[in-house]
């Protein structure tokens, strides 16, 4: 489905592409240095696993500051008004929980790599396929949204044409990615966090001192009541949902994993506790700026775009002014690429260590400069894929929430096999393909707000139900000497 081209841009399209080399450049730089540093294999896929404080709580806040973060919040609130806005929120709740997870997951995987050698060791390999399947399904359709956003981004803010600025970015991104691993990424994640930050204040600055509330908020109730209101079921429904598909995001996804293995352990559940407070006011000071559309007379032609066009009428970018344009398009390019980077590192991880050595080359020792380059192809196999799809242009809502269900589905099944000594493994399978399934026909049957829902509280039960119908005993020690 093609969306209508937006006509009024707030840089010109040289400023634009100038903005594009710059930041490309020194983000591929900065992989080329840190990349030094990756001196094998597990150096690239996991920086070392000697990552810092400050480090970790930047790439993991950075990580989570998705263009859906600050592209998808407005188009919440402009959806499902205040409910909306606190809905996409709630996605910080899987940060706080996975804060203790990251400490179990220490202690159970001291030498892990990926989410699915937990699985693989945990649950055997029919239910590893299974939860292979739906972690590089998400990942995909995650990282296709940001590739949709880049495009979307560079041709409503500069007058770019779409399929270019999807090109560059995507470039930048695997070009510093393949060079220095997670090194760069964590690297460009820190600078990204801090420009991030500081381009929030400024703009929510502007936005608190050139937007009248109280008359904001009259003409809400005046012309779209429901916005404001307390009882909205589908708002109050996306809440629930949205706050469950986030679990699910983080609980199953390698990008966090990942991180878990690259942090000292006594790091880990500092920074993703850190990191979700830090997170959580962004996407409401994200969305509560599309609330004032209405009153500014902004007439919201592309839905994606909606943050980035209500936050240049009211910082007088629409009226040629330079500065605020370039703040803009500064910060959604660095909520992409530290998001960009992260899927990339983290999906090539589970192709190459998952994929290639555990499940092609089962057996036969690789050398590590073999894995290394394997890793490689993947990121570039994985970026022009992503690519690809995000040809069509789809709305980035519809392309995210499809996996709403899928990963829903796994949460239960971490849980379980994280905390549950006895479980039952058939249960477990059940638990992933039935409540995918579930999810997906209330999808298509009811709508986006429940499918993640009912893909839950079917996983659940089919996993409760697996803790007292024929548990069997695990023996907690092959997690750490089977890697």
Same mark, same amino acid.
């Given at each position: 489905?093609?969306?209508?081209?937006?006509?009024?841009?707030?840089?010109?399209?040289?400023?634009?592409?100038?903005?594009?080399?710059?930041?490309?450049?020194?983000? +591929?730089?900065?992989?080329?240095?840190?990349?030094?540093?990756?001196?094998?294999?597990?150096?690239?896929?996991?920086?070392?696993?000697?990552?810092?404080?400050?480090?970790?709580?930047?790439?993991?806040?950075?990580?989570?500051?998705?263009?859906?973060?600050?592209?998808?919040?407005?188009?919440?609130?402009?959806?499902?008004?205040?409910?909306?806005?606190?809905?996409?929120?709630?996605?910080?709740?899987?940060?706080?929980?996975?804060?203790?997870?990251?400490?179990?997951?220490?202690?159970?995987?001291?030498?892990?790599?990926?989410?699915?050698?937990?699985?693989?060791?945990?649950? !055997?390999?029919?239910?590893?396929?299974?939860?292979?399947?739906?972690?590089?399904?998400?990942?995909?359709?995650?990282?296709? %949204?940001?590739?949709?956003?880049?495009?979307?981004?560079?041709?409503?803010?500069?007058?770019?044409?779409?399929?270019?600025?999807?090109?560059? +970015?995507?470039?930048?991104?695997?070009?510093? =990615?393949?060079?220095?691993?997670?090194?760069?990424?964590?690297?460009?994640?820190?600078?990204?966090?801090? +420009?991030?930050?500081?381009?929030?204040?400024?703009? !929510?600055?502007?936005?608190? %001192?050139?937007?009248?509330?109280?008359?904001?908020?009259?003409?809400?109730?005046?012309?779209?009541?429901?916005?404001?209101?307390?009882?909205?079921?589908? $708002?109050?429904?996306?809440?629930?949902?949205?706050?469950?598909?986030?679990?699910?995001?983080?609980?199953?996804?390698?990008?966090?994993?990942?991180?878990?293995?690259?942090?000292?352990?006594?790091?880990?559940?500092?920074?993703?506790?850190?990191?979700?407070?830090?997170?959580?006011?962004?996407?409401?000071?994200?969305?509560?700026? $599309?609330?004032?559309?209405?009153?500014? !007379? +902004?007439?919201?032609?592309?839905?994606?775009?909606?943050?980035?066009?209500?936050?240049?009428?009211?910082?007088?970018?629409?009226?040629?002014?330079?500065?605020?344009?370039?703040?803009?398009?500064?910060?959604?390019?660095?909520?992409? $690429?530290?998001?960009?980077?992260?899927?990339?590192?983290?999906?090539?991880?589970?192709? =190459?260590?998952? !994929?290639?050595?555990?499940?092609?080359?089962?057996?036969?020792?690789?050398?590590?400069?073999?894995?290394?380059?394997?890793?490689?192809?993947?990121?570039?196999?994985?970026?022009?894929?992503?690519?690809?799809?995000?040809?069509?242009?789809?709305?980035?809502?519809?392309?995210?929430?499809?996996?709403?269900?899928?990963?829903?589905?796994?949460?239960?099944?971490?849980?379980?096999?994280?905390?549950?000594?006895?479980?039952?493994?058939?249960?477990?399978?059940?638990?992933?393909?039935?409540?995918?399934?579930?999810?997906?026909?209330?999808?298509?049957?009811?709508?986006?707000?429940?499918?993640?829902?009912?893909?839950?509280?079917?996983?659940?039960?089919?996993?409760?139900?697996?803790?007292?119908? $024929?548990?069997?005993?695990?023996?907690?020690?092959?997690?750490?000497?089977?890697?």
């Amino acid at each position: 489905m093609m969306i209508a081209e937006i006509n009024s841009h707030i840089l010109d399209p040289a400023t634009g592409l100038l903005l594009l080399v710059v930041f490309g450049g020194l983000w +591929i730089a900065l992989g080329v240095w840190w990349g030094k540093k990756a001196k094998s294999s597990e150096g690239f896929m996991l920086a070392g696993r000697n990552v810092g404080l400050a480090l970790g709580t930047a790439t993991a806040m950075a990580t989570w500051i998705t263009s859906n973060t600050t592209m998808m919040a407005p188009v919440f609130a402009l959806k499902q008004g205040v409910w909306g806005m606190l809905a996409y929120a709630t996605a910080s709740f899987g940060l706080f929980l996975f804060a203790p997870m990251a400490m179990r997951i220490h202690k159970l995987l001291p030498n892990g790599y990926t989410s699915g050698d937990f699985f693989r060791l945990r649950f !055997g390999n029919v239910a590893w396929g299974i939860f292979l399947a739906i972690s590089l399904l998400y990942s995909m359709s995650w990282l296709v %949204t940001m590739a949709i956003a880049g495009g979307e981004l560079v041709n409503a803010l500069s007058g770019i044409d779409y399929v270019t600025g999807l090109t560059v +970015i995507l470039l930048v991104c695997i070009g510093y =990615t393949l060079f220095g691993g997670l090194f760069a990424v964590i690297g460009t994640d820190y600078l990204q966090s801090v +420009i991030i930050l500081i381009g929030i204040v400024v703009i !929510g600055v502007a936005v608190l %001192t050139k937007t009248d509330i109280p008359e904001m908020a009259a003409h809400l109730k005046t012309t779209q009541p429901s916005l404001v209101s307390v009882f909205m079921p589908v $708002a109050l429904l996306a809440v629930f949902n949205n706050m469950f598909f986030g679990f699910g995001e983080v609980f199953h996804n390698n990008v966090w994993w990942s991180r878990v293995f690259a942090m000292r352990k006594s790091v880990a559940p500092k920074a993703f506790f850190l990191a979700g407070v830090l997170w959580f006011p962004i996407p409401i000071a994200a969305g509560f700026i $599309a609330l004032s559309a209405g009153v500014l !007379g +902004i007439n919201i032609v592309n839905e994606n775009m909606t943050g980035p066009l209500v936050a240049s009428q009211i910082m007088g970018a629409d009226g040629g002014g330079t500065l605020p344009g370039i703040i803009i398009f500064t910060v959604l390019f660095c909520s992409l $690429a530290s998001s960009i980077d992260s899927l990339l590192a983290a999906t090539s991880d589970l192709i =190459t260590r998952d !994929g290639f050595e555990k499940m092609f080359k089962r057996g036969v020792k690789l050398e590590d400069a073999v894995i290394r380059k394997a890793g490689k192809y993947a990121i570039i196999g994985i970026g022009l894929l992503a690519w690809l799809l995000a040809l069509p242009r789809w709305p980035i809502q519809q392309a995210l929430f499809l996996s709403g269900p899928l990963v829903a589905s796994v949460i239960w099944p971490v849980i379980a096999g994280l905390y549950w000594q006895k479980v039952n493994r058939g249960f477990i399978i059940a638990a992933m393909i039935l409540g995918s399934a579930s999810g997906l026909w209330a999808y298509f049957s009811i709508g986006w707000f429940v499918a993640s829902l009912i893909s839950v509280a079917v996983s659940m039960l089919l996993t409760v139900a697996g803790r007292f119908v $024929a548990p069997q005993t695990f023996d907690w020690k092959k997690l750490s000497s089977d890697i």
